[in-house]
T-cell receptor, first 113, second 114 residues
Framework: GDSVTQMEGPVTLSEEAFLTINCTYTATGYPSLFWYVQYPGEGLQLLLKATKADDKGSNKGFEATYRKETTSFHLEKGSVQVSDSAVYFCALQHSGGYNKLIFGAGTRLAVHP | DTAVSQTPKYLVTQMGNDKSIKCEQNLGHDTMYWYKQDSKKFLKIMFSYNNKELIINETVPNRFSPKSPDKAHLNLHINSLELGDSAVYFC?????????????FGPGTRLTVL
């Protein structure tokens, strides 16, 4: 079945460091790919998405490119801030109907000053 | 304006009780969902409704019964609560239930079963 694998956390960085959170997926067909962020004590917010191969999603300085050849959707940010500390979830949504999000396990990011 | 709202935010109850969680969306979306987030933060779909019709039921115990009185509301009723039901439950909605749609999540309901 479909699945999403994320790098395990926690990821601890200093402010202004470069961030990469790896995400790979297994799916039949052509899923859409998403990154959601969960700040402490809050619900999930969409960070960015890409709906077809080679699309790049971007938002708030974060970027991810849909790579079909490597089945990956790695999240990057050039310079993280303390306010980026959160749990990041990679997810896919299948084109085969029923439209359920399949999430990775989440990666906790902690940014310190 | 809250797009997807859930009540209550916190729910603490005893084993064996019956409880309900309510969800409302004001986005005009056709599709609504329930997800469960366990203590390790893992998220999994439970149910999905499209225009009040159940379209996904992911091997959830039949103690859990979703009800959609109209397409803006999707409630979750849980009978005979068990310790393992303790989790955060998220409601979500999307426009049309296609793979490119973004799902918008509510703030979550933290259920604690004692």
């Amino acid at each position: 079945g479909d699945s999403v694998t994320q790098m395990e956390g926690p990821v601890t960085l200093s402010e202004e460091a470069f961030l990469t959170i790896n995400c790979t997926y297994t799916a039949t067909g052509y899923p859409s790919l998403f990154w959601y962020v969960q700040y402490p004590g809050e619900g999930l917010q969409l960070l960015l998405k890409a709906t077809k191969a080679d699309d790049k999603g971007s938002n708030k300085g974060f970027e991810a490119t849909y790579r079909k050849e490597t089945t990956s959707f790695h999240l990057e940010k050039g310079s993280v801030q303390v306010s980026d500390s959160a749990v990041y979830f990679c997810a896919l949504q299948h084109s085969g109907g029923y439209n359920k999000l399949i999430f990775g396990a989440g990666t906790r990011l902690a940014v310190h000053p | 304006d809250t797009a997807v709202s859930q009540t209550p935010k916190y729910l603490v109850t005893q084993m064996g009780n019956d409880k309900s969680i309510k969800c409302e969306q004001n986005l005009g979306h056709d599709t609504m969902y329930w997800y469960k987030q366990d203590s390790k933060k893992f998220l999994k779909i439970m149910f999905s409704y499209n225009n009040k019709e159940l379209i996904i039921n992911e091997t959830v115990p039949n103690r859990f019964s979703p009800k959609s009185p109209d397409k803006a509301h999707l409630n979750l009723h849980i009978n005979s609560l068990e310790l393992g039901d303790s989790a955060v439950y998220f409601c979500a909605s999307s426009q049309a239930g296609v793979s490119t749609d973004t799902q918008y999540f509510g703030p979550g309901t933290r259920l604690t079963v004692l």
